[in-house]
C-alpha cells in the first residue's frame, strides 16, 4: 500500500486482480472518463482512488485484512483501461444495513446484476451501525473540508501561470498531495450517497402520501459548482475553469497516442438559459407537509442533497488539480530530461522522484507496452479467472431497460452534442456526459442517454437544472431532428411523427 500513498506503481503495465474479488466494471468511469488511460493519468486516478477507498472503509469498520494488501482492492488497470472492482464495492455494500450490492449497481454500474458478496467478511450488525455513524460524521464536516481544499487549489493555480522548470517540481509535488485529499473527498461523498439515498427512500415511504413523486422532486440539489464554472469558462476571468475545454481525466491528451481517446468535440453553447419557474423542492415541501413530517422529510432530503453537492464539488476540485498537471508535467519532464513523447508511460510518483533521464528508457519500454496493450478489446464487465484468464461474465449482456433518473416531462427537437442547437425546445440523445454535454443543460429542455445511472454526473446535473433525464437509452433509435417526449420518471421516449 506503500505504493498507493505515494501515487506511484512500479512494475507492469496491468495491476493484479484482487485474490478474491474478480469482477469488475467500467461503471462511473465508461460515463466520463476516456475508454484508455495512459499510465500518467492513471497515477492520478487510479493509484490515489484507491487510497482514499482504504482510508474510508478504515474508519468506517478498521483495518480488514481484505482491503490491505500490495494489490489493488477496489480499482484496477487491464491493458490500459481503468475499471471498477465490482465485487469489492458489492462488499462494502454488505457490510452496510439496509443497502444491498444491486443498490450499488443502480446507483453507479448502470443497473448491471451485482456479484455475490463474501458473507463470511460481512461486518456484524454492531459494527455496521457503528460504520455508518462513523461515515456520517466524516460527511457532516466534508464541506468545510471541501472548501478549504478549493482555496489551497486557487493559491496553486494562480501559481502555475508562472511556473517554469525549475519550480515546476516543487509545483507537482504540492498538487500531488492536494489530489490525494480530493479524491478523498470525492469517494466519501460517492460512497455515501448509495446507504443516504436509500435511507431517504425508506423514511420517505413512511411520512409521505405519494413518495415517488415527492422523490422525484427532492432529489434535486441545491446549486452545484458547475453552474459557477461554466459561467467562468465562459467569461474567461479565472484558469479556475480552464478544466472544462479539456477532456476529464486524461493529462496526456495531446500525445499522439491518447488523443484519439481523450478527443472531444469543442462546444460553444449559445441560446437562450432556461429559467425554472416552480418553487423550491424546500419550499414545496413546507406547502405540503408541516409540522413532525415536514422536519422529518426536510432533515433527511437536506443530507442527502448537500452529500451530492459534495460529490460534485470535490469532483470539480479534482479534475482541476489533474489539469494542473496537464500544465506542469511536461516542465516536468524537460527538467528531467524524459523526452517530450515518453513522459505520459511514467508515473507521477517516477517522474518527481527520477534522476535526470535515468527513467527514460523504462518509458520507452512501457510505450510499447501500451501500444501492444491498446491493440487487446476489452469488454466493459470482465470477470478474471485464477489463471488470470479475463473474459466477460453473463451480466455483462444484461441491457438494462431506459431508467429515469430526473422527473419530469419534456418535448423537443432530438439534438446530438456535436450538432447546431436549434431556437426551438430541443432535447440533448448523447452518450455520456462528457464535457461536450454538461454546457448545453441550460439551454436543453431535458437529456436522454445511452450511459449512466441513478446517481452519475449527469443524473445530479439535470435535477441540478430542473429538466428531466433518462439514462440506459436505445439513442441509435432516435434520429437527430425528430421531436421526442420524455418522461424523467418513468423512462419513457415517444418519437412524434
Known amino acids: 500500500m506503500r505504493e498507493c500513498e505515494r501515487l506511484g506503481v512500479v512494475g507492469p503495465l496491468d495491476t493484479d486482480p484482487h485474490p478474491a474479488f474478480r469482477i469488475y466494471s467500467a461503471g462511473n468511469f465508461g460515463e466520463v472518463a476516456p475508454e484508455r488511460l495512459s499510465p500518467f493519468s492513471w497515477s492520478l486516478v487510479g493509484t490515489p482512488m484507491e487510497a482514499a477507498t482504504r482510508r474510508l472503509t478504515e474508519k468506517m469498520w478498521g483495518a480488514r485484512s481484505w482491503t490491505t494488501g500490495e494489490h489493488y482492492t477496489f480499482l484496477g488497470y487491464f491493458k490500459c483501461r481503468p475499471y471498477h472492482n465490482y ?14 450490492a444491486d443498490d450499488v449497481g443502480l446507483a453507479y454500474f448502470e443497473g448491471i446484476p451485482a456479484p455475490a458478496s463474501f458473507g463470511a467478511l460481512a461486518e456484524n450488525k454492531i459494527n455496521q451501525m457503528r460504520g455508518v455513524v462513523r461515515m456520517g460524521r466524516e460527511i457532516a464536516l466534508a464541506v468545510v473540508r471541501i472548501r478549504n481544499l478549493e482555496e489551497r487549489l486557487v493559491d496553486l493555480e494562480a501559481r502555475i501561470v508562472l511556473a517554469d522548470a525549475y519550480s515546476a517540481s516543487s509545483l507537482a509535488r504540492e498538487a500531488a498531495t492536494l489530489i490525494r485529499s480530493c479524491w478523498y473527498e470525492h469517494i ?39 453552474k459557477r464554472l461554466h459561467r467562468l469558462a465562459v467569461t474567461g ?83 482541476r488539480v489533474l489539469h494542473v498537471f496537464r500544465t506542469l508535467a511536461p516542465l516536468v519532464a524537460s527538467e528531467r530530461a524524459v523526452p517530450e513523447d515518453l513522459w505520459p508511460f511514467l508515473t507521477v510518483g517516477e517522474l518527481l522522484d527520477d534522476v535526470k533521464g535515468v527513467l527514460a528508457d523504462t518509458a520507452a519500454e512501457r510505450a510499447e507496452l501500451c501500444q501492444e496493450a491498446l491493440t487487446v478489446g476489452l469488454p466493459e464487465n470482465i470477470e478474471i479467472t485464477g489463471d488470470g484468464e479475463i473474459f466477460e461474465p453473463l451480466a455483462a449482456a444484461v441491457r438494462v431497460q431506459p431508467r429515469g433518473v430526473s422527473g419530469g416531462f419534456a418535448s423537443g427537437i432530438a439534438v446530438r452534442p456535436d450538432e447546431d442547437v436549434p431556437d426551438e425546445d430541443f432535447v440533448i440523445v448523447c452518450e455520456a456526459a462528457d464535457a461536450d454535454v454538461v454546457p448545453l443543460l441550460r439551454f436543453a429542455a431535458g437529456a436522454v442517454s445511452r450511459r449512466g445511472s441513478a446517481m452519475s454526473h449527469l443524473a445530479i446535473l439535470c435535477r441540478e437544472y430542473g429538466i428531466p433525464c433518462i439514462v440506459g437509452a436505445d439513442i441509435e433509435a432516435i434520429p437527430s431532428g425528430v421531436v421526442i417526449a420524455i418522461d424523467g420518471g418513468t423512462g419513457k421516449v415517444k418519437i412524434h411523427d
Not at 465485487?87 to 444491498?100: D, E, K, L, M, N
Not at 460512497?191 to 439515498?197: G, K, N, Q
Not at 420517505?204 to 405519494?210: G, S, Y
Request: aromatic share 10%; glycine share 4%; proline share 4%.
Open 87 to 100: 465485487s469489492a464495492y458489492a462488499q462494502i455494500a454488505a457490510s452496510v444495513p439496509g443497502v444491498t
Open 188 to 226: 466519501l461523498s460517492t460512497t455515501s450517497l448509495v446507504p443516504l439515498a436509500r435511507y431517504q427512500d425508506k423514511v420517505l415511504e413512511r411520512v409521505c402520501d405519494q413518495p415517488d413523486d415527492v422523490i422525484a422532486l427532492l432529489t434535486r440539489p441545491s446549486e452545484l459548482v458547475w
Open 237 to 319: 476571468e479565472t484558469n479556475s475553469a480552464e478544466f472544462l475545454h479539456y477532456p476529464f481525466y486524461e493529462v496526456a491528451h495531446q500525445h499522439s497516442i491518447w488523443t484519439k481517446y481523450s478527443y472531444r468535440h469543442q462546444v460553444e453553447a449559445e441560446g437562450t438559459e432556461r429559467y425554472e419557474s416552480f418553487l423550491a423542492p424546500a419550499d414545496a415541501l413546507a406547502g405540503m407537509y408541516q409540522g413532525a413530517r415536514y422536519r422529518v422529510m426536510a432533515g433527511v432530503t437536506k443530507t442527502v442533497a448537500e452529500t451530492m453537492a459534495c460529490r460534485e464539488h470535490s469532483k470539480s476540485l479534482v479534475m
